[in-house]
Nanobody, 125 residues
Framework: QVQLVESGGGLVQAGGSLRLSCAASGRGFSSYTMAWFRQAPEKEREFVGGITWNSAIIYYVDSVKGRFTISRDNAKNTVYLQMNSLKPEDTAVYYC??????????????????WGQGTQVTVSS
């Protein structure tokens, strides 16, 4: 069983930055593909980006490329999402997710077995 706990959300002005963290329990974290998703009000959950266990493959959705950075520290069982140049349209609940089965980064939320509870990010204009 894997438990994921996100932190670092909050309220920020447009153009500001936030760093989200996702801490994982259990012993297998270093072998998991990890991803960040987000869900804005009245919208479907959206893939933001993902990273393989060895950080060799990192993907982002086009809307965050150049602004968001995913990284991980396997020694700390933690994955991060650094968000810069935030825009009001980035406002959403952000979730981290773990895929324990596949090496590649998948963009469909159905491919991820474990999810955190989410952390709210609100960007004011």
């Amino acid at each position: 069983q894997v438990q994921l706990v996100e932190s670092g959300g909050g309220l920020v002005q447009a153009g500001g930055s936030l760093r989200l963290s996702c801490a994982a329990s259990g012993r297998g974290f270093s072998s998991y593909t990890m991803a960040w998703f987000r869900q804005a009000p009245e919208k479907e959950r959206e893939f933001v980006g993902g990273i393989t266990w060895n950080s060799a493959i990192i993907y982002y959705v086009d809307s965050v490329k150049g602004r968001f950075t995913i990284s991980r520290d396997n020694a700390k069982n933690t994955v991060y999402l650094q968000m810069n140049s935030l825009k009001p349209e980035d406002t959403a609940v952000y979730y981290c997710a773990a895929d324990t089965r596949y090496y590649s980064v998948r963009r469909e939320d159905s491919e991820y077995e474990y999810w955190g509870q989410g952390t709210q990010v609100t960007v004011s204009s």
